[in-house]
């Protein structure tokens, strides 16, 4: 059985290391087979699996340092079919990528926003004078990168490998602990992959709106869980894009999907929210430093 | 009395229309002078008032569409002296900008990643194989427009108009209830510069973060507001950028920091909480549309 799994492109992407280690987990445990279809932007990879052009994607959600990926809640909370399978934690290493010889004369650093906000620190120490240039993906600064020697690039050493390109600096992310959490996520009615039927499930993911000008109704929504003892690892708003002060609400709690006291809460929610999402229940796969 | 006010630059983005607009405001009201400071960043504006090189700042928070500016409330954390002494609530609507005659031939598109989301229905519908390239603000995406005719950038039409460029659609952006919310901030001793001392404010701010491994613990603090029956009118999360899972929390909070509830709350978060700040106590001016 060989599946499709969707995720950011071109390959060198963080997105797509994600999407490699899990592919090769699956096919360790299960014997399935899976080929990388790389997307130029998170929404159409999720999009891709909406319309069945392949059967997963890999997406980020968040990064230690930069916080959530909103194109991913976003995108997630538009589209009706999807439900995540799996939680990866992979940590983020970047590298220093030029042609150059040096520093010195380096005047132009293209990267992904979060990549170049994840490095300030450090390029305001070596390069404080240096011209930051955003780009979609990390992948895409290293294909601006050009043979003069004034312009270099930020993204991962495995990157600098694949377009043979030179490293200059590695590790030059200002917090070492710096990790992404993805998710893999799959039509709705789709089989788990990794024949682990959720027997136990540590963490379901939420998302809600809840009706316009009512201010306080997070609260009462939140005594919820409080009242059933159930943790919240995760809070997020998001604007609902109508008017500015209204928000959906993205929870992660530690629980899984099929407890009665998680099935109780759903109840109480289903009451006093306007629309409610079940996003998923999974497991949580840390990614060994690569 | 001329006060010096920070800004994102270069002349021409919304951060400096919402300053113009305020400047307008305060001078009417007061008789003080400002004069504008432009700097290439949102966190370089805020170190600008932190560092004591201008009296106030104004900064976007929040756009109804795209949601929090991340760089603020990280920024607005990081620095001890800082306070916010009012916001500003101001419509945003996009223009088309380019020498071109028309959409046809038009293959790049610049803008602020932000921009570019609040548009991307529009281009999705007009242009959609255009190449889309993210720059640090609206105004750097003109001054990336050639004489050629096959780029375009988006920004407001008074933008246009300053750099005499011509507006080859207007109003582009997908939701019409499009706003963006600032706030004006200031050296925290500072007098409040539109001299109403807040007698009542309509809103206050705060930020926290709770000890780690405390899952939970922002339910039991929310709880805090709800018993005083303190409205809260958005809460944001944002990493401690220590390590996955661990969250500062931001609020705004439908009360003034001087009523006997909010004293009550506050001594109580003090007790659960790592670190406690008061970012402001504030009133909200709506800017019409410009």
Request: aromatic letters at 8%; charged letters at 15%.
């Amino acid at each position: 059985m060989t599946i499709s799994i969707a995720h950011l492109g071109p390959p060198g992407t963080y997105a797509e290391q994600a999407a490699v280690f899990y592919v090769n987990w699956l096919t360790e445990k299960t014997g399935i087979e899976a080929i990388l279809c790389p997307y130029p932007s998170i929404a159409q990879s999720l999009q891709a699996v909406a319309a069945r052009h392949t059967q997963l994607a890999v997406v980020p959600v968040e990064n230690s340092i930069e916080g959530s990926v909103t194109m991913t809640m976003d995108t997630l909370w538009q589209l009706d079919n999807l439900q995540i399978q799996l939680a990866l934690v992979m940590p983020i290493a970047h590298a220093f990528i030029s042609c150059a010889n040096s520093l010195d004369g380096i005047k132009t650093v293209y990267s992904h926003p979060q990549a170049l906000a994840q490095c300030q620190g450090w390029l305001e120490q070596f390069l404080p004078t240096v011209q930051l240039i955003p780009t979609n993906s990390t992948t895409e600064a290293l294909q601006r990168l050009e043979q003069e020697l004034t312009t270099a690039a930020i993204a991962s050493s495995r990157a600098a490998q694949l377009y043979k390109l030179p490293i200059l600096a590695s590790n030059i992310n200002d917090y070492p602990e710096n990790c992404t959490r993805f998710w893999v996520v799959s039509q709705k009615e789709a089989q788990t992959f990794d024949h682990t039927p959720s027997i136990h499930a540590t963490h379901t993911s939420l998302a809600f709106s809840v009706p316009a000008n009512l201010p306080g109704a997070l609260v009462k929504l939140l005594q919820v869980f409080a009242q059933l003892e159930i943790n919240l690892s995760r809070i997020e708003s998001r604007p609902t894009k109508r008017s500015l002060g209204e928000y959906l609400f993205f929870i992660d709690m530690e629980a899984d999907a099929s407890e009665a006291r998680v099935q109780s809460a759903l109840a109480e929610l289903k009451i006093h929210t306007e629309v409610l999402k079940i996003l998923g229940a999974y497991n949580v796969l840390s990614i060994n430093a690569v």
